[in-house]
């Protein structure tokens, strides 16, 4: 069988095994997707909503477009038979500024959900931007605010003939300070939708939604109830992200946060 495996910094991520042959239920029409039998979702950036870049995996709410003009999930293809290779197209992702006529047309919760989640993190796209040269910025005034630390701590001989300085350590005791997250109307309306979607699922499986909902929460300003779903994280999944999040519904923070895992 065909076999691609990746490697990224050395780091063996994904392995693709030939593909699976699907076909779309509203007309019939056959796609072909990877097979990933081995998952990694290592990426170079993570954010609290969910949204992730430079990752292998499939980063999306499984949203696609089939050929007639439908939209469609992919967890709802239908699987045929797998293949070494294959000539079938892929499903086409929706793009970014049809999102809304797809939230309106969704003919059910699933659809709507995957909608709305794939709609919060476009919205978001314009603070990553703001957020990444903010942070950008903070760590030029941190590095040039060090630089002057060490040139005073030294003799004036070494300044004197520009004696090269040690390399660069951020300050560890210095906090990451966040721009003003302030979502539009469009946000909040788009925000409130779907909290309401996943309570409403929650319902049945109390246990799932708990990391949506908690950011969603917290992103609408709603802190109370962001503290009652990541308190209700089953203790198997609380890890970097859960607790990041506690930290930020305590400091009362709203915005999408950048991390590392
Ligand atoms: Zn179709």
């Given at each position: 069988m065909n076999e691609a495996v990746i490697y990224q910094g050395g780091l063996k991520l994904t392995i693709v095994r030939g593909v699976r042959i699907v076909a779309a239920s509203c007309c019939g029409k056959q796609y072909a997707l990877p097979r990933y039998p081995s998952m990694n979702f290592m990426a170079f950036e993570y954010w609290t909503d969910g949204w992730r870049v430079g990752s292998?995996?499939?980063n999306d709410s499984g949203l696609r477009v089939c050929i007639c003009g439908k939209f469609i999930l992919l967890r709802d293809l239908v699987e045929m038979r797998?293949?070494?290779?294959?000539?079938?197209p892929r499903p086409e992702k929706i793009p970014?500024?049809?999102?809304?006529?797809?939230?309106e047309q969704a003919g059910d919760v699933e659809m709507e959900v995957a909608a709305r989640v794939a709609y919060w993190?476009?919205?978001?796209?314009?603070?990553r931007e703001?957020?990444?040269a903010?942070?950008?910025?903070?760590?030029?005034?941190?590095?040039s605010a060090w630089t002057a630390d060490r040139r005073k701590e030294r003799s004036w001989w070494?300044?004197?003939v520009h004696w090269p300085l040690p390399e660069y350590v951020r300050y560890g005791n210095v906090r990451i300070t966040y721009p003003p997250f302030e979502p539009n109307e469009q946000q909040m309306a788009n925000m409130e939708a779907l909290a309401s979607l996943l309570k409403q699922k929650q319902k049945l499986e109390p246990s799932q939604y708990r990391k949506s909902l908690g950011e969603l929460y917290r992103e609408l300003g709603r802190f109370d109830e962001a503290t009652e779903q990541i308190d209700g994280?089953?203790?198997?999944?609380?890890?970097?992200?859960?607790?990041?999040?506690?930290?930020l519904i305590s400091d009362r923070e709203r915005a999408p946060v950048r991390y590392r895992m």
């Open positions: 292998l995996m499939p797998f293949a070494d290779e294959s000539d079938l970014a500024e049809r999102l809304p006529e797809c939230i993190r476009e919205l978001n796209h314009a603070y703001v957020y990444r903010h942070r950008d910025q903070e760590e030029i005034t941190l590095k070494k300044n004197f994280l089953p203790k198997d999944e609380w890890g970097v992200t859960s607790l990041l999040m506690k930290r």
